[in-house]
């Protein structure tokens, strides 16, 4: 799900919590919204090079509190 619609489950209170993860066989970084996957615009996963740009965009969501998980 792209962010705008992971705003729009956030503010419906339908996502609970965020967590950034280590992204398989790569040294990016990914956020999952409860079970959806960030993704990018122009398809596939959207793949963060820092911890710090993936709580960035949690927090546009409307998260206030992120989970890193390595």
């Given at each position: ?46 793949n963060f090079k820092s911890i710090d740009a993936a ?16």
């Open positions: 799900m792209q962010i705008k619609d992971l705003k729009l489950l956030f503010d419906n209170g339908n996502l609970k919590k965020v967590t950034v993860i280590k992204a398989p066989m790569s040294e990016s970084y990914l956020l999952l919204c409860d079970k959806h996957v960030l993704q990018a615009q122009r398809g596939g996963d959207r709580v960035e965009n949690a927090q546009k969501i409307g998260f206030k509190q992120v989970t890193v998980r390595f």
